[in-house]
């Protein structure tokens, strides 16, 4: 009974099983939980990093789940999708596109998103939420929620909503959703209130973002489209041009002379100094000489270029390059199997994921999805 009350940490050191150091090996890499993590399972997926064989394992063992989902015949078909999101959240740790999450998300909502029966459910609304912190803009997806009328009885909902734009320094969205939540009598209310407490502390502290236009000030202020008298045009011109120069205007106040290096080491202490020079090479220069002394670089004649031609190097020419000298393309041989063994496989599916198996997961697919979350779903579903 007690082991039962125990998070899966405490169980998992309770049973003195010895780990390896995958943990500290790869432990960047692990995308923390709200619920936390089976040990185990965590160990496990790590340790797959360096062998093939249990990634095999781990692949397959997701194939089998997305299979379950198909052939699922219980009264609640939720319940597979869910039970397989949390696996692959479990034995793909960094995330990202090699665990296919977002597809499974995405195939996940859209599967359910007409039906009344999970519309208030929050499992399916959690699975929305996870799916949305994944996309480039999950405003998009809070709009889609709303137009569906998904989730509104939940406070889930509406603080994801606030923070989210929050984040994007809408105050004033944030502030009306918070109050929409608690207009709805979102669940549970207590934690909406709380969460919008704390918000209102951090707008009070956050700085108003106010335009530096100091320089501009002293100027009337106009809307776009109004004409300007003549005289009020030049006079705003000259204004602009005076502050202009004054800032591009170096601040001569302190005028200090330019200090010129001089060395006072004597010439004839240098290394390498020759003594059979007369003083007046060593003297410094009285004049500068006539004009062709100084145009001495610039007396040669202009001769033809084209009559000078590069010297070959020795040896034979060859004709072209040969098919030994090609690049060899290297060919991972982990890659050859995993795809020997799918075309083995005959079994169909209606996901995306079984025919990859984490190849093929980081395609195109998946980059469009995380642009356009919403782009496999029927246009009349959309927000309008």
Sequence with gaps: MEMEKLDAETEFLATKQETGNEWELFKENVRPLKRGRNVGLLNQALKS??????????????????????????????????????WVQEAFPPGGDCSGLILIYEQCVRAFWHSDRYKDDLRYLKV???????????????????????????????????????????????????????????????????????????????????????????????????????????????ERSELARKQMKPDRTQKIPLSIFKDTTSIDTM??????????????????????????????????WTTYKIPRRPGARTGGVTASASIEVFVDEECTEMDRSHDHDGKSSTLKLRQGDGLDIKNRETDLLRENPLRNFPLRSLPR
């Design 49 to 86: 990093h360096t062998d093939y064989q249990l990634k095999k394992s781990l692949l397959d063992t997701r194939r089998k789940l997305i299979e379950a989902i198909d052939e699922y015949k219980g009264d609640d078909p939720l319940f597979p999708w869910i039970q397989c999101i949390k």
């Design 128 to 238: 929305w939420l996870e799916y949305a912190e994944n996309c480039a803009d999950a405003e998009v997806i809070y709009n889609f929620l709303e137009a569906n009328e998904i989730g509104k009885s939940h406070s889930a909902y509406y603080l994801a909503y606030a923070l989210h734009m929050e984040s994007k320094s809408k105050m004033k969205i944030a502030n009306d959703i918070f109050n929409l939540g608690i207009s709805r009598d979102a669940q549970p209310v207590e934690k909406l209130k709380d969460a919008y407490r704390k918000f209102l502390i951090r707008s009070m502290r956050k700085p108003n973002v106010v335009e530096d236009d100091s320089g501009e000030s002293h100027l009337p202020v106009r809307s776009f489209g109004t004409v300007l008298s003549t005289a009020d045009n030049r006079r705003q011109n000259m």
């Design 271 to 304: 290394p390498g100094h020759q003594s059979g020079k007369s003083k007046t090479d060593l003297s410094p220069w009285s004049t500068l000489g006539a004009r062709e002394e100084r145009d001495k670089e610039n007396s040669a004649l202009p001769t033809k």
